[in-house]
T-cell receptor
Framework: KAGVTQTPRYLIKTRGQQVTLSCSPI?????VSWYQQTPGQGLQFLFE???????NKGNFPGRFSGRQFSNSRSEMNVSTLELGDSALYLC????????????FGPGTRLTVL | AQSVAQPEDQVNVAEGNPLTVKCTYS??????LFWYVQYPNRGLQFLLK??????LVKGSYGFEAEFNKSQTSFHLKKPSALVSDSALYFC??????????????FGKGTKLSVKP
């Protein structure tokens, strides 16, 4: 099976712009979670989608949003970018259950100038 | 609230020696615990998990972890370290506070350096 894929791998944006990141889960996986990784805050949970519905949400401002399509692919959007949004954004997919393993993609490195 | 602590920012080991990367947790109820490894400019790779059953869990690349309920620990171990094991290691616990899935709560990570 192919792993989790994320596009693009690298992005450079300027403050105030918006950005959309894409994630394709492992075939058959219905849950997609997004995490932000920064040197200062470490790995922080953004949100989780399951069957096109947001099932869980972390403590991030409303500028961060996401969605999931019927084929389980997911996108996350960040509007009005700030310098502090520079991070590695990781997507993870799993089957559905609480004990299921989350498998991570390679991430999208976002740099905000 | 669930939490995970990795008390060491860095662990240095000589190649061929055993290695231990420490992790302690705080959860309500039974913990679901995970270890991941991250190589530079890469995503996280799953190593192993503890859900229930045998306290010694075996995972990928020769790694294993021991679940200790009384000490609330889940240390990662390997009998003989390789230079290629040098990476960033994360311990995580499943947050069971919301919904039926729950996100992962990660420790700060431990940088493992294996010298030849």
């Amino acid at each position: 099976k192919a792993g989790v894929t994320q596009t693009p791998r690298y992005l450079i944006k300027t403050r105030g712009q918006q950005v959309t990141l894409s994630c394709s889960p492992i075939s058959g996986h219905r849950s997609v979670s997004w995490y932000q990784q920064t040197p200062g805050q470490g790995l922080q949970f953004l949100f989780e989608y399951f069957s096109e519905t947001q099932r869980n949400k972390g403590n991030f401002p409303g500028r961060f949003s996401g969605r999931q399509f019927s084929n389980s692919r997911s996108e996350m959007n960040v509007s009005t970018l700030e310098l502090g949004d520079s991070a590695l954004y990781l997507c993870a997919s799993s089957s559905q259950g609480a004990t299921d393993t989350q498998y991570f993609g390679p991430g999208t490195r976002l740099t905000v100038l | 609230a669930q939490s995970v602590a990795q008390p060491e920012d860095q662990v240095n080991v000589a190649e061929g020696n055993p290695l231990t990367v420490k992790c302690t947790y705080s959860v309500s109820g039974n913990p679901y615990l995970f270890w991941y490894v991250q190589y530079p400019n890469r995503g996280l790779q799953f190593l192993l998990k503890y859900i229930t059953g045998d306290n010694l869990v075996k995972g990928s690349y020769g790694f294993e972890a021991e679940f200790n309920k009384s000490q609330t620990s889940f240390h990662l171990k390997k009998p003989s370290a390789l230079v290629s094991d040098s990476a960033l290691y994360f311990c995580a616990v499943r947050d069971k506070g919301q919904g039926s899935q729950g996100n992962l709560i990660f420790g700060k990570g431990t940088k493992l350096s294996v010298k030849p």
